[in-house]
């Protein structure tokens, strides 16, 4: 097993020994406000973000902001992980490790993932960034993939299972002519950023196909190339990019499963 079986967006072959975690009420209100910060920071960094920037611009922000309210950075020293965000340029599908050296450039494709612990829970979200004009390739695979999370979150609700949401974001990627990485899943969240179970993006009979519960917390998280879904890490040992240089896109957010759907809990159009 190598570093990468213990990051941020969970391998697909990664066997966890603790069992799903069905959330209380309390647990639930620390959950919002965990998640409610990481939505704020992301909502801010899309607003500031131009040309010109450093990715370690970004990654001082967040961990500002973050620490301003009450909470601490969930990535920053996660395995020796040395920021408070992973910012994944163009064809960085993931786990990209901001850097005073990294200048963000017009028509950039930039990912932008982060987490926060409040009061020993975890909130975590990551969203994609057209820098200035992107080119109209860029711009559909921004779009598919924001669509991919949604079509995902539409499935969710006690009862349901996790090969209806990993159906639905395949068939909205592919649809469109697009891949979805298969390295790399969501996962369950609460006191631990990583837990069960695994939320795949794709049909497969090598996961447990759980049935979802109300109070459960997770995340969906696709990640769309526009070309090979083959990937290789780089020799930093963290950053991920697609073997073929197309570009990658990626969205997650944190949702409560409840009787009758979802709540999205990372929703920055709350904040």
Request: glycine share 8%; aromatic share 6%.
């Given at each position: 097993?190598?570093?990468?079986?213990?990051?941020?967006?969970?391998?697909?072959?990664?066997?966890?020994?603790r069992g799903i975690s069905v959330k209380s009420q309390r647990e639930i209100e620390i959950m919002r406000q965990a998640a409610s910060i990481v939505?704020?920071?992301?909502?801010?960094?899309?607003?500031?973000?131009?040309?010109?920037?450093?990715?370690?611009?970004?990654?001082?922000?967040?961990?500002?902001?973050?620490?301003?309210?009450?909470?601490?950075?969930?990535?920053?020293?996660?395995?020796?992980?040395?920021?408070?965000?992973?910012?994944?340029?163009?064809?960085?599908?993931?786990?990209?490790?901001?850097?005073?050296?990294?200048?963000?450039r017009p028509g950039d494709v930039l990912k932008v993932d982060t987490a926060a612990c409040y009061q020993n829970f975890h909130g975590d979200s990551?969203?994609?960034?057209?820098?200035?004009?992107?080119?109209?390739?860029?711009?559909?695979?921004?779009?598919?993939?924001?669509?991919?999370?949604?079509?995902?979150?539409?499935?969710?609700?006690?009862?349901?299972?996790?090969?209806?949401?990993?159906?639905?974001?395949?068939?909205?990627?592919?649809?469109?002519?697009?891949?979805?990485?298969?390295?790399?899943?969501?996962?369950?969240?609460?006191?631990?950023?990583?837990?069960?179970?695994?939320?795949?993006?794709?049909?497969?009979?090598?996961?447990?196909?759980?049935?979802?519960?109300?109070?459960?917390?997770?995340?969906?998280?696709?990640?769309?190339?526009?070309?090979?879904?083959?990937?290789?890490?780089?020799?930093?040992?963290?950053?991920?990019?697609?073997?073929?240089?197309?570009?990658?896109?990626?969205?997650?957010?944190?949702?409560?499963?409840?009787?009758?759907?979802?709540?999205?809990?990372?929703?920055?159009?709350?904040?």
């Amino acid at each position: 097993m190598n570093i990468l079986d213990t990051l941020f967006t969970q391998p697909v072959t990664q066997r966890q020994s603790r069992g799903i975690s069905v959330k209380s009420q309390r647990e639930i209100e620390i959950m919002r406000q965990a998640a409610s910060i990481v939505a704020t920071v992301l909502k801010e960094i899309s607003q500031i973000v131009q040309p010109g920037m450093k990715t370690a611009d970004l990654d001082a922000y967040a961990e500002k902001r973050i620490r301003e309210m009450g909470a601490t950075p969930s990535f920053k020293g996660y395995h020796g992980f040395p920021g408070s965000i992973c910012a994944s340029i163009n064809h960085e599908a993931v786990h990209g490790i901001p850097s005073s050296k990294r200048v963000i450039r017009p028509g950039d494709v930039l990912k932008v993932d982060t987490a926060a612990c409040y009061q020993n829970f975890h909130g975590d979200s990551c969203i994609t960034i057209a820098v200035a004009k992107v080119s109209p390739k860029a711009e559909k695979l921004i779009q598919v993939a924001e669509e991919a999370l949604y079509k995902g979150i539409e499935q969710v609700k006690a009862g349901a299972y996790l090969m209806d949401i990993a159906g639905a974001v395949q068939d909205c990627v592919e649809a469109h002519g697009f891949s979805v990485l298969e390295n790399y899943t969501g996962h369950g969240i609460g006191r631990n950023m990583h837990e069960e179970p695994s939320v795949f993006n794709f049909r497969t009979r090598e996961m447990p196909n759980v049935k979802l519960r109300a109070g459960m917390t997770l995340t969906i998280e696709p990640i769309v190339t526009a070309g090979s879904k083959q990937t290789r890490t780089l020799s930093d040992r963290w950053t991920v990019v697609t073997l073929d240089k197309s570009l990658a896109a990626q969205f997650e957010h944190t949702l409560l499963v409840t009787d009758n759907g979802y709540e999205i809990l990372t929703d920055r159009t709350k904040v």
